[in-house]
């Protein structure tokens, strides 16, 4: 058939078709996994739990790491929790958040700026647009020692905190200071999720779909933000 490589061509074609991908992996390898991990696997994440809390069904993990949290209960992790739940949010978080983007844009670096005004400033808007969609109620399993008023799902601490972290290593990652910055946010995001649960605020699966929500929406400012440059800090 015309058109089609003959048997004696294939090995050459082949070779050409392999050399190609590797250049498109060696291009947007690292946008493609980033897109995975970060967009498309939260995505499924977070749709598993919304079908679950839209239709009213019980999560079967919740109530037991609640009441095994609550078992934990005593006042030095009373101290910790409450510590990590205050910097979580509007003590520290919102803050440094501001702070952030103030820098950034002081420094004249106005892609980075703008990449962490909107994903920051987007993650909270999003998240108190998503409570109200929801109206999850708050776990009312005993009282807590840090009450919330507020709908429950999904967490502003988790979502803030990983919103936070993932701007943070991803501005960091071409640059030395990735690792630690990693390093700091793999202890800080997990604290602030658990000292939510500890204090009996939040159902574990608010927190992870905080996270989740987190994850779309920061790395998907990410990919739209530098899709014409090389990454953070480099020039077109």
Do not use: C
């Not at 060696?26 to 994440?45: K, Q, R, T, Y």
């Not at 979580?88 to 803050?95: E, I, K």
């Not at 071409?174 to 390093?183: E, G, I, Q, S, V």
């Amino acid at each position: 058939m015309a058109g089609l490589p003959k048997p004696a061509d294939l090995p050459a074609t082949l070779a050409i078709g392999v050399r190609a991908g590797r250049r498109f992996l060696g291009d947007h390898g690292s946008a493609l996994l980033l897109l995975f991990g970060g967009v498309l696997l939260p995505m499924w994440m977070f749709s598993e739990l919304a079908d679950d809390i839209r239709e009213a069904e019980a999560i079967p993990f919740d109530e037991p790491l609640l009441q095994f949290a609550h078992a934990l209960g005593r006042e030095g992790f009373d101290r910790v929790f409450l510590f990590f739940s205050a910097i979580g949010y509007d003590r520290g978080v919102v803050p440094f958040d501001i702070a952030l983007v103030v820098v950034l844009l002081a420094l004249r670096r106005y892609r980075e700026g703008v990449f962490a005004a909107i994903a920051l400033g987007g993650s909270a808007l999003l998240n108190i647009a998503v409570k109200q969609v929801f109206a999850r109620e708050r776990p009312a399993l005993w009282e807590s020692i840090a009450p919330e008023a507020t709908y429950s799902f999904p967490s502003g601490h988790a979502m803030g905190s990983m919103s936070l972290a993932l701007v943070l290593v991803l501005l960091a990652w071409p640059t030395r200071w990735r690792w630690p910055a990693l390093a700091a946010m793999a202890v800080f995001v997990p604290m602030v999720g658990l000292s939510r649960v500890y204090l009996g605020v939040h159902y574990p699966s608010d927190i992870l779909a905080g996270w989740a929500a987190a994850s779309i929406w920061v790395v998907g400012a990410y990919l739209l933000t530098f899709r014409r440059h090389r990454g953070p800090w480099m020039r077109p």
